[in-house]
C-alpha cells in the first residue's frame, strides 16, 4: 500500500487538511495517508526541517512526502518534487527542500502550477503527480527539470576551543527546549572535559542525563533527544514557559534593537573547561 505523508502549516480549523485527503485518495483509494504535523509555523524553516528530517527517516523506501509550508512565498508558487534517500519529498520551491536534505538533491522536477493558482489547485496537481510516480512514472515524465532552485542552509551552531553556541530550534507542546547542537558536534567538543550549559544569562545545567525522569521533579534537565540534538527541560514541569525561552527568528534578529533584547531567551550556550 502506498504511503503518503503530510506536513502542513495549515492547522485543523478548516475543511483544507480534509480536502487535500480527498484529492489524494479520488485519484488512489489504496494510499495510506499519515499526518506527521499540520502546525508548523509558517516563518519559522528551521523547526519545519527539523521536525520533517527528524520523522522521514523512519518511513520505507518509495514514501512519498508533501510538505506545505508558505506555499505562496515560493516564486510563481512553485512546487518541487525530489528523489532523496529512496524516498520522495513534494515542497514549495522556498528552500525548504534543502533544509531537509541538508543538501541539493540531485533529482529535482518543478510540477505545472501558476501564481494564480488557488491553493486546492496547487493541492490538486500534487495528488496528480503523486498517482503518477505510485504509477511508475519517473521524475522527468511528472514534472520539469529544475536546476535552479531557492536553496537555504540550516541554522548551524558557532564552536570555539572552549565553547558552543546554539540556537533554540523550537519549543514542544510541552515547553521543552530544543537546541540546534547534536551529539556529534557536542562530543567533538567535549573531549571527556567538564561542561556547564548556559542559557538566559546565567541559568546553568552542569550534566547530560538520559531522559527526563533522570532527575527530580522540577529539577532542569539536559539529554540528547531521540532526533540526537540537545534539549532542555524541568522534569514535569515548562522549561520555555518558566525562563521565557522562544525560537530563534531570523527575521527579527536582522534588526540590532531586537537582537540586543531577545539573543539571551533564543541562545543557549556550552563552556567547557580549559
Avoid at 180 to 200: A, H, L, M
Wanted: charge should be negative; glycine fraction near 4%; proline fraction near 2%.
Amino acid at each position: 500500500m502506498p504511503i503518503v505523508t503530510l506536513s502542513t502549516d495549515l492547522g485543523l480549523q478548516d475543511y483544507i487538511a480534509g480536502a487535500i485527503k480527498g484529492q489524494l485518495l479520488s485519484k488512489h483509494e489504496s494510499l495510506q495517508i499519515v499526518d506527521i504535523t499540520h502546525h508548523l509555523v509558517q516563518t519559522n524553516f528551521p523547526h519545519a526541517a527539523y521536525s520533517c528530517s527528524s520523522a522521514f527517516k523512519y518511513f520505507p523506501q518509495k514514501t512519498i512526502h508533501i510538505v506545505l509550508l508558505d506555499v505562496y512565498s515560493a516564486k510563481d508558487a512553485r512546487i518541487l518534487m525530489a528523489s532523496f534517500n529512496n524516498q520522495f519529498i513534494i515542497c514549495p520551491d522556498n528552500g525548504i527542500l534543502t533544509l531537509i536534505t541538508q543538501t541539493k538533491p540531485e533529482q529535482i522536477v518543478s510540477l505545472r502550477t501558476t501564481k494564480q493558482n488557488t491553493f486546492l489547485e496547487i493541492t490538486e496537481t500534487i495528488a496528480e503527480a503523486v498517482n503518477k510516480i505510485i504509477k511508475g512514472n519517473v521524475l522527468n515524465e511528472v514534472g520539469k527539470a529544475a536546476t535552479e532552485i531557492v536553496e537555504k542552509t540550516s541554522l548551524k551552531p558557532t564552536t570555539g576551543a572552549n565553547w558552543i553556541d546554539g540556537q533554540i530550534l523550537f519549543v514542544d507542546h510541552f515547553e521543552n527546549v530544543i537546541v540546534n547542537i547534536t551529539k556529534t558536534v557536542f562530543d567533538e567538543q567535549c573531549n571527556g572535559r567538564k561542561f556547564k550549559i548556559i542559557f538566559k544569562r546565567n541559568e546553568t545545567i552542569n550534566a547530560i542525563h538520559d531522559n527526563y525522569a533522570s532527575v527530580t521533579e522540577s529539577e532542569k534537565v539536559a539529554f540528547f533527544n531521540s532526533a540526537g540534538y540537545l534539549e532542555i527541560a524541568i522534569n514535569k514541569g515548562n522549561m520555555a514557559g518558566l525562563f521565557g525561552l522562544h525560537s530563534y527568528n531570523e527575521s527579527m534578529n536582522q534588526h540590532a534593537a531586537a537582537m540586543q533584547n531577545k539573543w539571551f531567551y533564543q541562545t543557549v550556550r556550552i563552556f567547557f573547561d580549559e
